[in-house]
């Protein structure tokens, strides 16, 4: 009898799949202000067929939201794993570390974990183009090692078509500005920084033997200035491209609060607005072939089996909608960004996850891929179930948030993103405006319909979703105000 519960047991055992016993290792791939102007999302001019396949292969998060449209905040969210007002990081100038100091980010929980943490390019917030080939605004306890790439694009400013200096205080990082360089691929910032993570990926094995690896590769565009080599300018000739349409009128319905950019459009011709989304597309394009280099090495050095893949933005970008370009806006537009993860051995292959996310919530879901526990609660919800079954109920609706000044005064602005609708409130109690858009019906958001009594049940309920993250807001402001009163009596 023993002897057959013996083979029994054998038997079983060999009925059971062999685990790995190797962890998985992650390609981490950021980009800076990319939009929705990706093949894989709908859009029919910029060709990106190599983001496309990396869609092909993982599940594509249709309506995934950054928690703050613009860089260093959102990132310093995502890398957290905290939501901007938890950490404190509303601006480009607050290192998360000078508020959260003993936080554990999510490549740290790696590296802590045994692995080979790198990062190549812009992770964490750079000034661009200022701070390219320098550290930026890194957090050194998050790597191993770093490399800072650095190239034409960067070391050639003096020849960009400056067309307005943007709200950047006399800088060019937020300029409208363009440049279709002569030269190859291989001299710009980006393909550099692909060519030095693709020499990463083929010494490992020799330099780290089994560890696995947790690599970062931070592109810094399409972010302005839109420069790209003349091949990719060429590609969207200006006579194709084609502004968003802004109906007449457009701008009564929304609180000024909102807006960004006066007047409309900076005040520029067509010609030079289409000349920036023609940079623009190019910048893209330009992308997507060295996110194809990396694509290519991971199958060519034999890693694509055992490498999660995730690309991703840290917000997105408006090309003219409403007469608004950039960020720091509540709009769609603004906020919306491609996410695609790509996990080998799930079930959902070229899936599409419909329901609203957040980037808030790629760290809780690398660290369940990868049997890993971080060390503090997390704010976002793994989405690791969704890549077996992308189309699942997700109920959790996005929020994103931005901050302006009125008398020297923050007020916030926060939005929440559903299925249906999109809400946004203006202050407390949508003092300063409020914004309510059926993307059912108006996917473009052009009617707001805030002040519409038959949606007032809408309204409120909405709203209620807002408290929670504006009593966030208040209580941190109320706990700086009572430490500068005892520091500065």
């Not at 060999?14 to 992650?26: G, H, K, T």
């Not at 404190?88 to 003993?102: A, C, E, I, Q």
């Not at 605004?137 to 770093?146: G, I, L, N, R, V």
Request: aromatic share 8%.
């Amino acid at each position: 009898m023993a002897r057959l519960w013996f083979t029994v047991f054998i038997l079983a055992l060999l009925a059971v799949p062999a685990l790995s016993a190797e962890r998985p290792n992650v390609l981490f791939i950021s980009v800076d202000d990319l939009n929705m102007n990706v093949g894989c999302y709908g859009d029919t001019i910029v060709k990106t067929p190599n983001i496309d396949r990396l869609a092909s292969r993982g599940v594509r998060f249709d309506r995934a939201y950054c928690q703050y449209p613009l860089c260093n905040p959102s990132r310093a969210s995502l890398m957290t794993g905290l939501r901007p007002d938890t950490i404190g990081v509303y601006d480009l100038g607050t290192n998360f570390r000078s508020t959260v100091p003993n936080i554990v980010t999510l490549p740290q929980l790696f590296r802590n974990n045994g692995y080979f943490a790198a990062r190549v390019g812009k992770l964490y917030h750079y000034g661009v183009p200022r701070e390219i080939g320098t550290d930026g605004m890194d957090d050194p306890a998050s790597w191993d090692y770093t490399f800072n790439p650095l190239g034409r694009d960067k070391t050639e400013e003096e020849k960009l078509h400056v067309l307005t200096r943007g709200t950047g205080k006399g800088t060019i990082g937020f300029a409208m500005a363009w440049l279709d360089m002569e030269g190859s691929d291989e001299e710009q910032t980006d393909a550099i920084g692909v060519t030095h993570t693709i020499g990463l990926l083929e010494k490992h094995r020799e330099q780290h033997g089994d560890k696995p690896f947790f690599i970062g590769m931070g592109f810094f565009r399409p972010h302005t200035p839109f420069v790209a080599t003349r091949q990719w300018f060429e590609k969207y000739p200006l006579d194709s491209i084609k502004l968003p349409h802004v109906p007449e009128g457009d701008l009564k319905d929304i609180p000024d609060i909102a807006l960004m950019i006066r007047p409309p459009n900076y005040g520029l011709d067509e010609k030079g607005l289409k000349q920036c989304v023609r940079g623009y597309i190019a910048s893209v394009a330009a992308l997507d072939a060295q996110v194809g280099r990396l694509l290519e090495a991971l199958e060519r050095l034999k890693l694509a089996d055992n490498t999660i893949v995730v690309f991703w933005s840290d917000h997105g970008f408006l090309l003219g909608e409403h007469g608004q370009w950039q960020k720091q806006m509540l709009f769609e537009e603004a906020n919306r960004v491609p996410l695609i993860i790509s996990a080998p051995g799930r079930k959902a292959a070229g899936g599409v996850a419909p329901g609203p996310v957040e980037l808030l919530d790629v760290y809780p879901t690398l660290a369940e891929l990868c049997g890993l526990k971080p060390p503090h609660e997390l704010e976002g919800k793994s989405l690791a179930p969704l890549l077996d079954e992308p189309a699942t109920a997700w109920e959790r609706p996005a929020f994103s948030q931005v901050t302006r000044r009125r008398d020297r005064r923050p007020i916030m602005g926060y939005s929440v993103r559903t299925d249906r609708w999109r809400y946004t409130q203006w202050g407390r109690n949508g003092a300063e405006g409020q914004e309510l858009y059926d993307h059912e019906n108006d996917p473009k958001e052009l009617t707001n319909l805030a002040a519409d009594p038959a949606l007032a049940n809408v309204v409120v309920q909405l709203a209620k979703l807002i408290e929670p993250h504006r009593a966030r807001f208040l209580a941190r402001r109320a706990a700086q105000a009572a430490t500068t009163q005892v520091i500065q009596p």
